[in-house]
């Protein structure tokens, strides 16, 4: 069993531990870093190379939409999956994050039904590609 290494990005401490101790109680997931800004997201992301990164929309420095976007244009990180996560009800903010990362092969549908099981192995159309 592959094991899906996360990043989890909040800048409430309290909620963000409790996502990272959710997440490492599966036993095929790992937390391999905690962000409090979108700041630190994005370099943690950089630095950690992880399969998934779990970002918050609102916090200080960069919001997780701008935070998204950077990780998702830079070639380094644009294979990361982002979970965006929110308890605002603004469709907008969906809106833009899909946006964001819009540029990839894989479409906006894909994204929002969860297509791939492992982010880290090619969509049949991507693996038929020369």
Request: proline share 5%; charged share 30%.
């Amino acid at each position: 069993m592959n094991t899906l290494r996360v990043v989890v990005a909040d800048d409430q401490l309290l909620v963000r531990g409790a996502f990272s101790a959710l997440i490492d109680s599966a036993p095929d997931l790992q937390v391999v870093g905690e962000a409090g800004t979108g700041s630190e997201a994005v370099e943690l992301t950089r630095r950690e190379h992880p399969d998934v990164a779990l970002m918050d929309i609102r916090m200080p420095e960069l919001d997780g939409l701008a935070a998204t976007r950077q990780i998702a244009a830079d070639p380094e990180t644009a294979h990361v999956r982002v979970l965006i996560l929110t308890t605002f009800d603004l469709d907008e903010y969906v809106y833009t994050a899909l946006r964001a990362v819009q540029h990839r092969d894989r479409s906006c549908a894909d994204a929002v039904r969860g297509d791939r099981q492992d982010p880290r192995q090619p969509a049949a159309d991507e693996a038929a590609r020369p």
